[in-house]
């Protein structure tokens, strides 16, 4: 009898088992049978898989037919939309250029203006009554054929038409009348036509004396709260708004969120994120210990030439100190920076003196007085990033320009609050400004030209670098003046010394009052114009009250 011995090892002891070799052999038998079995099934599923591989080529051949198809259909349909097109641009055309002639007629013959031909079934013989009524109080040679809603309200309103009958008409307007205006590319209305055309009051609350004293009465409403206003002018006071503690699509505020503010109204933070394109003095920040060691150790032993030390926090040429020799001056202060910086959290920058400044002969000067360019930008919208350039006023300092007495502030701090301790300067104030455009006269047409271009580029390059920044705050109604203060060095290297969240609004000399009215009144016209137009779903592309403010950025437009 065959028999195998097969040993393993038990728990306890060697064990030794005798099995038939003809069991052994059936065993190894199935067992081979079992993995041809697994072979065919795997040789079964691949030829599955390589017919389901050749139906989805098969799927994508046909799809790309199918797409080729589209593409052309596509391309038919859009040529068919582009002749359409043409045609109705044509049509409307030809009525708006028949409505015109007819609205000439009627003017010279002094007919009141009639009511709109109606093409849609929403116009009632109510809202047309309400055109009748409204019109018939006009002057008959008002034109009335604008394709801008927000220009046919500032004409109603200069006829003396309350808010309500604004509404009633401009709601009839937009049914009746809308349809034949040219809108292909002026004011795109986006709400339905039976929606209400959103009318605000042209209210405005304001804080400080000088904002007060500044906004035109005749044009504005001036509120004792700020829930009641549609502009709200903010300096310090309102921190609560900051939260959007009012209605952002029914009112504005003039500041954005204090972190925004903070990337404008610090020195150090301006510095620290100033485009490649912005020139600026070199500089070297002291915000905190690891810095002063740094400066103190690697920067101050090698810096030669004048400096000039500014507290980051303050404005008006407080906390700004010239300096003639760092190393003395250093060793003598630097004590007194650090204790500042770690017991009463100052930050400071330290910048290059300009030394060779651009100057400007006032009658009777014999070398020509150091001045700076104050600028304004202003954030009209954040939703779409909307912001405008408005030239500003040359400052001159009260005494000519010498390369000593560093610590004299009326030579060499170009800043008005700087200027006003000086005996002379009631005397002497109204000489001590200009508007940056009479700088023609001093420098010749096409070096201000270059000069104003430098200080435009720079704060385009400023905004556009805080873009992310600043459009954290779209669908809040925010909208912000700003300032920007230059200098320019003899060989018209225009520097930026620093931006403004809240420029000073005084006016008590005689190019401020020329110039600040103008200027507080139309950026309000402009906040308001936006914050209505975003109000009825209007296009911010064009803005009726633009007059000395430049574009700067408009997103709004693509």
């Not at 904002?211 to 300096?235: M, N, Y």
């Not at 000069?451 to 580029?457: A, D, F, G, P």
């Amino acid at each position: 009898k065959a028999t195998v011995s097969v040993l393993y090892w038990g728990p306890e002891r060697k064990m030794e088992k005798t099995m038939s070799f003809a069991v052994l052999e059936a065993k190894h038998t199935a067992e081979k049978k079992r993995k041809e079995a697994l072979w065919d099934d795997v040789a079964l599923r691949r030829d599955a898989l390589e017919a389901q591989k050749e139906k989805i080529a098969e799927l994508k051949r046909t799809l790309g037919n199918e797409e080729e198809k589209l593409d052309e259909m596509a391309e038919a349909y859009a040529g068919v939309q582009v002749e359409h097109n043409k045609a109705l641009v044509s049509v409307q055309e030809a009525g708006e250029a028949m409505e015109m002639q007819r609205l000439k007629e009627q003017q010279k013959e002094g007919k009141p203006q009639q009511r709109p031909k109606s093409k849609l079934e929403n116009v009632t013989d109510d809202m047309l009554a309400v055109w009748d009524e409204v019109t018939s109080k006009l002057d008959p040679s008002l034109d009335l054929s604008t394709s801008d809603p927000a220009r046919l309200l500032d004409i109603l309103r200069s006829q003396g038409r309350s808010d309500v009958e604004c509404t009633s008409f401009l709601n009839c307007w937009e049914a009746a009348y809308a349809p034949y205006a040219p809108r292909r590319s002026l004011v795109p209305v986006l709400r339905l036509p039976d929606e209400p055309y959103v009318i605000l009051p042209r209210t405005v609350y304001g804080e400080g004396v000088n904002f007060l004293k500044l906004v035109d009465r005749s044009k504005w409403t001036v509120v004792e709260t700020p829930q009641k206003a549609s502009l709200i002018w903010e300096r310090d006071a309102l921190e609560e708004f900051r939260n959007n503690d009012f209605n952002p699509k029914t009112q504005a505020l003039n500041r954005m969120t204090a972190s925004i503010e903070r990337l404008f109204a610090d020195k150090a933070e301006l510095v620290r994120n100033t485009p490649p394109g912005v020139m600026v003095p070199e500089t070297h920040l002291l915000t905190g210990p690891m810095e002063f060691l740094n400066v103190a150790q690697k920067v101050v032993p090698n810096l030669q030439g004048k400096w000039i030390l500014k507290r980051s926090d303050l404005a008006s040429g407080f906390g700004l100190t010239v300096i003639e020799n760092m190393q003395k001056w250093w060793a003598i202060n630097a004590p007194k920076i650090f204790l500042g910086m770690k017991d009463k959290r100052h930050r400071y920058v330290l910048q290059r003196y300009i030394d060779d400044p651009l100057l400007v002969k006032l009658s009777g000067d014999t070398v020509g007085r150091k001045f700076d360019m104050r600028c304004y930008f202003l954030i009209a919208s954040t939703n779409p990033l909307v912001v405008y350039y408005r030239s500003g006023t040359v400052r001159m300092n009260i005494e000519e320009y010498k390369n000593s007495d560093f610590e004299n502030p009326h030579i060499h701090i170009s800043n008005i609050a700087q200027q006003r301790t000086h005996k002379r300067y009631q005397e002497l104030q109204d000489k001590l400004k200009m508007h940056i455009a009479d700088l023609t006269g001093c420098l010749g047409e096409a070096r201000y030209k270059k000069l104003e271009k430098n200080m435009k580029q720079a704060l385009h390059d400023i905004v556009v670098s805080k873009r992310q920044d600043v459009l954290k705050d779209a669908g809040r109604s925010r909208f912000q003046l700003l300032a920007a203060d230059f200098i320019c060095d003899a060989s018209l290297n225009c520097y930026l010394l620093e931006t403004q969240t809240g420029p000073a609004l005084s006016h008590d000399d005689r190019i401020s009052r020329q110039h600040i009215p103008q200027l507080v009144n139309e950026t309000l016209e402009v906040a308001y114009e936006a914050l209505h137009r975003t109000a009825n779903g209007e296009s911010l592309a064009t803005l009726h009250s633009l007059e000395h403010f430049l574009p700067l950025i408009n997103e709004s437009i693509r």
